[in-house]
């Protein structure tokens, strides 16, 4: 059985490259079983998720089948399932790629205006 690939290895693999749930379906089938769950658990009908999320029935349906579907119909379909807080959550312990970031990171931490400072490329890049 091949292994999963992380959104880690997917990085590593082309540093230019995007991934996408396309690129993952394991995980695009935990997010639909999951959010299957859910529903059912919530008694909601696929007609109500979508009304909450803003999404249309057929998105609902693809999710829960495990297709890829857009990051604004998760975030949607998230929101709509009451997950907000746990995105926050998640913003607020992020994985740095190296020393550097997790430093300057935690110097931005101390000042509300280093959050508007602007990120310069560096030289060659």
């Known amino acids: 059985m091949p292994s999963m690939k992380t959104l880690d290895d997917l990085l590593r693999a082309d540093q230019g490259y995007e991934p996408t749930l396309s690129d993952m379906p394991e995980v695009s089938q935990q997010i639909g079983e ?8 919530f008694d909601w ?36 399932f009451g997950h907000g807080s746990d995105l926050i959550r998640m913003l607020e312990s992020p994985h740095f790629p190296d ?27």
């Open 45 to 80: 009908r696929q007609a109500d998720v979508a009304e909450r999320a803003g999404v249309s029935v057929q998105t609902v349906k693809a999710v829960e089948k495990g297709d890829p579907i857009s990051g604004e119909s998760l975030l949607r379909l998230l929101l709509a």
């Open 99 to 125: 020393l550097d970031s997790h430093q300057r990171y935690v110097e931005m931490g101390g000042s509300v205006t280093s959050l508007h400072k602007r990120v310069r490329s560096k030289a060659g890049n």
């Open 34 to 41: 999951r959010l299957r769950r859910q529903r059912v658990a």
